[in-house]
């Protein structure tokens, strides 16, 4: 099997969703940053909070990445909710080392 190779940025956010900390997972944010995820746009700091609380570290999501390229992410999702594994592409905008947009799709 090949290795997937991640940005930095990238790869702070697989690994923070992983172990389900939400401040580690804020951290990986931008300030101002953006997220989309299944249709609703969380834009200030407390609704993208709530996101992380909500869809990442109260279902224990677990991202498994299936591949990697110009910043778009396909993945195997896992966690405490009906119906997984469930594929997704999550589209990333980086600001140095931080997510700045998160664009979320299923695959």
């Not at 923070?16 to 997220?35: K, M, S």
């Not at 109260?58 to 966690?79: H, M």
């Not at 469930?86 to 600001?95: G, H, I, P």
């Amino acid at each position: 099997m090949s290795s997937i190779t991640l940005t930095k940025a990238v790869q702070n956010f697989v690994t923070t969703t992983n172990a389900h900390d939400e401040e580690a997972l804020f951290a990986v944010f931008a300030p101002g940053a953006t997220v989309v995820d299944d249709g609703t746009t969380y834009a200030t700091e407390d609704a993208v909070r709530e996101w992380i609380r909500v869809h990442q570290v109260e279902p224990r999501i677990v991202i498994t990445p299936t591949s990697f390229e110009r910043n778009r992410l396909e993945a195997s999702i896992d966690g405490e909710f009906p119906g997984g594994p469930l594929a997704f592409v999550f589209a990333f905008t980086t600001q140095g080392d931080l997510v700045s947009h998160l664009s979320i799709e299923s695959a």
